[in-house]
């Protein structure tokens, strides 16, 4: 059974960080292309952060130069550290891990920037 569960979240402060963790069980997770994803009310999902099988690294200039992925191969884990977060960066947060058409998503948590 092939598992990604997520955690970390929570409330923070504007300026303030917050790391995310998506831990995989039941892939061969190195093969995979791994990525963070939000929601928030009333908008789509959008990317936040990508980082492929083989190391290529994406992110929108929304969250350029504040938000960091990083994987863990030998503990099958993606991380995603926020920096500078903004009340604009409030929404559920999502991992996923992708192989070919093959797609898995983390269960979804919650971020909420405000004073």
């Known amino acids: 059974q092939v598992q990604l569960v997520q955690s970390g979240g929570g409330r923070v402060v504007p300026g303030g960080s917050l790391t995310l963790s998506c831990i995989a069980s039941?892939?061969?997770?190195?093969?995979?292309?791994v990525g963070w994803y939000r929601q928030a009310p009333g908008k789509e999902r959008e990317l936040v952060a990508l980082?492929?099988?083989?190391?290529?690294?994406n992110y929108p200039n929304s969250v350029k130069g504040r938000f960091t992925i990083s994987r863990d191969n030998n503990k099958a884990t993606v991380y995603l550290q926020m920096n500078s977060l903004k009340p604009e960066d409030t929404a559920v947060y999502y991992c996923?891990?992708?192989?070919?058409?093959?797609?898995?998503w983390g269960q979804g948590t919650q971020v909420t920037v405000s004073s």
């Open positions: 980082l492929t099988d083989n190391g290529i690294f």
């Open positions: 996923d891990a992708v192989r070919g058409k093959t797609v898995y």
């Open positions: 039941g892939i061969e997770f190195s093969q995979y292309s």
